[in-house]
């Protein structure tokens, strides 16, 4: 079954605990990226990669690392997570960039800072 | 001014009805549309995408795409229970040197009434 998954689905932790959420596909998609989604702000891309080793910002990354060294593995990485980054956070991934196109959401990671 | 506004509801209405949910946008320069459904709990899916004005039609659901007005539609006929969720709106640019290409209503949370 073609599917993005996402873990944890769940983490509680305190202010300054490095994090790591892992986001794997096995689709064989270049593309993936991470959003977050908050109440009245919608879905806002963090951070994307058009392939193994390529990584750039997106619209909200600050706070934020990813790394991309296998092409099914995106991980999100918080460094010194804050308050402010409580939030439900999406990795999604489809094929190259240029068209639109299906893209795939995985189940989501409900993260809460405290 | 955000770049794509979606009235965020909440929406209810009764089984049968037809629903009609709406994104405004304020770049021109978006070349292609989507609607995605949002179960609670899960991430979001693709419904429809279109690159052009006029309607696309896909079973129960028609996308609506008004590029002179910057405005987009979804019309959900003989809605069901099941079509309760959060509906959200995205838009991009085609463009083959970069992917970071959508940006995503806030989403309208809708529900039918058995």
């Known amino acids: 079954e073609a599917q993005v998954t996402q873990n944890p689905r769940y983490l509680i932790t305190v202010t300054g605990k490095k994090l790591t959420v892992t986001c794997s596909q096995n689709?064989?998609?270049?593309?993936m990226s991470w959003y977050r989604q908050d109440p009245g702000l919608g879905l806002r891309q963090i951070y994307y990669?058009?392939?193994?080793?390529?990584?750039d910002k997106g619209d909200v990354p600050e706070g934020y690392k990813v790394s991309r060294k296998e092409k099914r593995n995106f991980p999100l990485i918080l460094e010194s997570p804050s308050p402010n980054q409580t939030s439900l956070y999406f990795c999604?991934?489809?094929?190259?960039?240029?068209?639109?196109?299906?893209?795939?959401f995985g189940p989501g990671t409900r993260l809460l800072v405290l | 001014q955000k770049e794509v506004e979606q009235d965020p509801g909440p929406l209810s209405v009764p089984e049968g009805a037809i629903v009609s949910l709406n994104c405004t946008y304020s770049?021109?320069?978006?070349?292609?549309f989507m609607w995605y459904r949002q179960y609670s709990r899960k991430g979001p899916e693709l419904l429809m995408y279109t690159y052009s004005s006029g309607n696309k039609e896909d079973g129960r659901f028609t996308a609506q795409v008004d590029k002179s007005s910057k405005y987009i539609s979804l019309f959900i006929r003989d809605s069901q229970p099941s079509d309760s969720a959060t509906y959200l709106c995205?838009?991009?640019?085609?463009?083959?040197?970069?992917?970071?290409?959508?940006?995503f209503g806030s989403g309208t949370q809708l529900t039918v009434l058995p």
């Open positions: 995205a838009m991009g640019v085609i463009s083959s040197g970069s992917a970071r290409q959508l940006t």
């Open positions: 770049n021109s320069a978006f070349q292609y």
């Open positions: 999604a991934s489809r094929f190259p960039s240029g068209t639109g196109g299906t893209q795939y």
């Open positions: 990669s058009m392939n193994v080793e390529v990584t």
């Open positions: 689709m064989n998609h270049e593309y």
